[in-house]
């Protein structure tokens, strides 16, 4: 991956405090064992219409050398009343600080 040796894992998962279930690919750098990237399905949402949502979530290195999310795509279709259309959204993390600690 983008000149990456990468060493591939399926996992599952559940997240919205352990309801939903998650099943996706992490990408993991073999030499650094930095996260690469997350791609998988939500296997169930909790909106109308949707059963499943796909994601990707990509990692780039910090200033420190840890793997922090750099950016998520997210697409689903949606059917209500004899209607279907795709929904997607593509945001970008960036300007990551590390927390003070009290």
């Known amino acids: 991956m983008d000149g ?8 599952y998962s ?7 279930p ?10 650094s064992a930095a996260i ?4 998988g399905t939500m296997l169930e ?3 109308p219409g949707v059963k499943t949502a796909g994601f990707l979530l990509r990692y780039l290195l910090d ?5 922090v ?4 795509d997210l697409r ?6 004899f209607h279907t259309g795709e929904v997607s959204f593509k945001e970008k993390f960036s300007d990551w600080r590390p927390r003070s600690t009290p």
Do not use: H, M
């Open 76 to 81: 689903y279709t949606i059917s209500i009343f």
């Open 36 to 39: 690469c990237k997350v791609e």
């Open 4 to 11: 990456q040796v990468c060493g591939v894992y399926e996992i």
């Open 22 to 31: 998650v099943k996706a690919n992490l990408w993991i750098d073999r030499r």
């Open 14 to 20: 559940r997240f919205v405090n352990g309801t939903k």
């Open 69 to 72: 999310p750099a950016s998520l």
């Open 63 to 67: 200033d420190q050398g840890r793997s």
């Open 45 to 47: 949402v909790g909106l």
